[in-house]
């Protein structure tokens, strides 16, 4: 790497500083969406970049729905690297916040708003380091092997239509690049005394699943067994008690063999049994965080989540037809068809219709790249005993619209741990939700130390 790029002491200090001047002014840009407006954020993020020289461009499909793309030239020699976050966050229940969630206000080390943790702490982090960078390079000319994209995005909370699924249809030519780090891992565990930090290198596809139970009609003073509530009802209780069969990926074999590998008898000989469909429920239950329990069940099965429930029109009525709709989200590798054959053997009543629409497919990388490797050595340098590994993240982000253009994708917004500091899952659409001046600081470190390896 390249001395120039390397900054003092003193310079870190005011880097620290002015990631934490970008988040406030992000932060009060109130982007809730519905109805996003990010225009306030792009217009902000605009002007930090035209004021150091960079190109830029604001995408804005329709009015008020914008992203930005910047651009910092490196030499060429190498495919660009994307730094991809978005602006628009998710509603706030403001009777539960201690502080206004659009004020960007610090209280005890902690800077507060909708979106500290879910993106725009990524955003201001990127956003300082790309401007670090072009400031160092108008004064010494270019060193970097590769272009740095900063593509901050609209719509993410929403689908995308408005931001990155639009980008990808419409101006597929801003996405040119080798590799992408975006949101979905970066935060760490502590598992039996070691410390393992998560990159996410794959992640599961999205569905939408929607069951139909019909039954005889009736009066409600006369009830009958063909109610098609109480057969719906009894084909969610079906789904939802126990898991779908056990799918194990590269990733999440990859992902269980290095955690066996950190710890103790018996727990380096008990792990692996998580891959193993006899024993895996066992293993689980055993596992004294249920949280940590439950993320790994979602790693391994595929998932259906009732989320809204459809039925009856009059309390006298029994309806003919009772609906549910289900969150579902589908291995790497599985397809609807298969996750419908799922459900429907563990559903068992042919009075309840199965119906998949697939959002978007899972997709798992290589953990065998330069970018991971330079993520690695980057943590090793600020965080010597702590490792990092790659899963498979049981969400989506926007990296779904990326990866099918042949980009290599990473999840790593890195966080440490913090007494009374809910995890950083817990905290994106949270009441509160905060980061700490310190975890600005340390995430901005890692981060740019891993784009100058991957890039210098």
């Known amino acids: ?33 519905p109805p996003g407006n990010e225009i306030t954020a792009a217009h902000y993020l605009q002007e930090q970049l035209v004021a150091e020289g960079l190109e830029t461009r604001i995408i804005e499909p329709l009015p008020g729905r914008a992203s930005v793309w910047a651009r910092l030239p490196g030499k060429g020699t190498k ?25 960007g206000e610090i209280q005890q080390s902690y800077l507060y708003g909708r979106g500290a943790v879910d993106t725009k702490s990524l955003t201001a982090k990127q956003l300082t380091l790309l401007l670090h960078l072009a400031r160092v390079q108008r004064e010494t000319g270019p060193h970097l092997e590769r272009d740095i994209v900063l593509l901050a995005v609209a719509d993410e909370e929403q689908h995308g239509t408005y ?22 891992g970066g935060f760490a565990l502590d598992f039996g005394g070691t410390r393992i930090y998560l990159c996410a290198t794959g ?11 019909q039954g005889e009609p009736g009066h409600g003073s006369v009830p009958h067994a063909d109610n098609a509530i109480v057969r719906l009802g009894r084909a969610l209780s079906r789904i939802g008690a ?107 009543d042919s009075q309840v219709r199965v119906e998949v629409e697939v959002g978007s ?43 099918p253009k042949g980009i290599i994708a990473y999840g790593f917004d890195p966080m440490r741990p913090e007494p009374g500091w809910p995890s950083p899952q817990q905290m994106a659409h949270g009441h509160d939700e905060r980061i700490s001046l310190a975890n600005i600081a340390f995430g901005l470190h890692v981060l740019y130390d891993a784009v100058l390896r991957i890039s210098g």
């Open 361 to 403: 497919p899972g997709y798992e990388n290589s953990a065998d790249t330069e970018l991971f490797a330079a993520i690695k050595q980057s943590l090793a340098l600020h965080e010597p005993e702590a490792l990092v590994v790659p899963y498979l993240l049981p969400a989506v982000t926007d990296s779904r619209y990326i990866v």
């Open 1 to 33: 790497m390249i001395e120039a790029l390397h900054p003092s002491e003193s310079i870190w200090q005011a880097l620290d500083d002015e990631a934490v001047r970008h988040l406030q002014a992000l932060l009060r840009c109130n982007t809730t969406n």
């Open 163 to 184: 931001g990155m699924a639009w980008i990808a249809q419409h101006e597929p030519a801003l996405l040119d690049a080798e590799y992408a780090i975006n949101e979905g």
């Open 242 to 348: 126990s898991p779908l069969p056990l799918h194990v990926t590269e990733t999440m074999h990859q992902f269980v063999q290095t955690l066996a590998a950190t710890q103790k008898a018996p727990q380096r000989a008990l792990l692996p049994g998580l891959l193993n469909p006899l024993f895996s429920e066992t293993v689980l239950r055993a596992f004294p965080d249920k949280q940590a329990a439950n993320g790994l069940r979602a790693m391994l099965h595929n998932t259906a989540s009732p989320t809204i429930l459809q039925a009856g029109s009059a309390i006298n009525v029994i309806p003919g037809e009772a609906t549910a709709r289900l969150d579902g989200r589908i291995i790497p590798g599985q397809s609807a068809e298969s996750f419908i054959q799922e459900l429907r053997a563990r559903i068992h």
């Open 79 to 103: 495919r660009p690297l994307l730094l991809v976050s978005h602006l628009d966050v998710v509603p706030v229940e403001r009777a539960h916040w201690s502080v206004d969630p659009f004020g």
């Open 203 to 213: 992640e599961k596809g999205s569905a939408e699943v929607r069951l139909r139970a």
